[in-house]
């Protein structure tokens, strides 16, 4: 099946530092990957739609100037967290679809944990 | 935009027993409805999913049921195992594959020995 693998799995940071979290297809191309947030015991929340070439799309209270996406090719989509604050501290995991008559594959995620 | 609500949010059976989940969805537009278990602290792994234009679907031990109309459909997991203890899932697409999801809000299920 398809595998989607995310970079790095877990990540300490400091206040007001910036990181960046990548997520790969490894074995199909991704035109569209999905980034979503988990807060602890709560359910998947759509963040933002890469789009491969062209802007992500955000979902709704999502900062874009905060949350950066770029897709700059078929396999790969980073996230950076810019200006990190304890709030952010989250597992953030993404997802694409081997085509669009495949189901989405999540990728194993990555646990943010801001100090 | 789409609005899933699932329940309940905490599940307790014994080994063996049957255990159910109900999702229910507010965009009649959704056709696609996936299920995913995540264990603690890994990814949500996809274990079943139907589509709008079937009622019912069966892998071993789970099983979907879907009813359009109501806009609200279940997991069913029979004769379960300690191994089903996880939290699930369910999600709602207006769209096959390429479109996002809607999640529901989980449901632990703890399988008693």
């Known amino acids: 099946g398809a595998v989607v693998s995310q970079h790095p799995s877990w990540v300490i940071c400091k206040s007001g530092t910036s990181v960046k979290i990548e997520c790969r297809s490894l074995?199909?191309?991704?035109?569209?990957m999905f980034w979503y947030r988990q807060f602890p015991k709560q359910s998947l929340m759509l963040m933002a739609t890469?789009?491969?070439?062209?802007?992500?799309?955000?979902e709704q209270g999502v900062e874009k100037d905060k949350f950066l996406i770029n897709h700059a090719s078929l396999t790969l989509s980073t996230l950076t967290v810019t200006s990190a604050h304890p709030e952010d501290s989250s597992f953030y995991i993404c997802?694409?679809?081997?085509?669009?008559?495949?189901?989405?594959?999540f990728g194993n995620g990555t646990r943010l944990t801001v100090t | 935009g789409e609005n899933v609500e699932q329940h309940p949010s905490t599940l307790s059976v014994q080994e063996g027993d049957s255990a159910v989940i109900k999702c229910t969805y507010s965009?009649?537009?959704?056709?696609?409805f996936p299920w995913y278990k995540q264990e603690l602290g890994k990814r949500p792994q996809l274990i079943i999913d139907i589509r709008s234009n079937v009622g019912e679907k069966k892998d071993q031990r789970i099983a979907v049921t879907l009813n359009k109309t109501a806009k609200h459909f279940s997991l069913h997991i029979t004769e379960t195992q300690p191994e089903d203890s996880a939290v699930y899932f369910c999600?709602?697409?207006?769209?096959?594959?390429?479109?996002?999801?809607?999640f529901g809000t989980g449901t632990r299920l703890t399988i008693i020995p």
């Open positions: 074995d199909f191309q991704a035109t569209t």
């Open positions: 997802s694409a679809s081997r085509d669009r008559a495949s189901p989405l594959h």
């Open positions: 890469s789009n491969e070439g062209s802007k992500a799309t955000y």
């Open positions: 999600a709602a697409s207006s769209d096959f594959g390429n479109e996002k999801l809607t």
């Open positions: 965009d009649s537009a959704s056709n696609y």
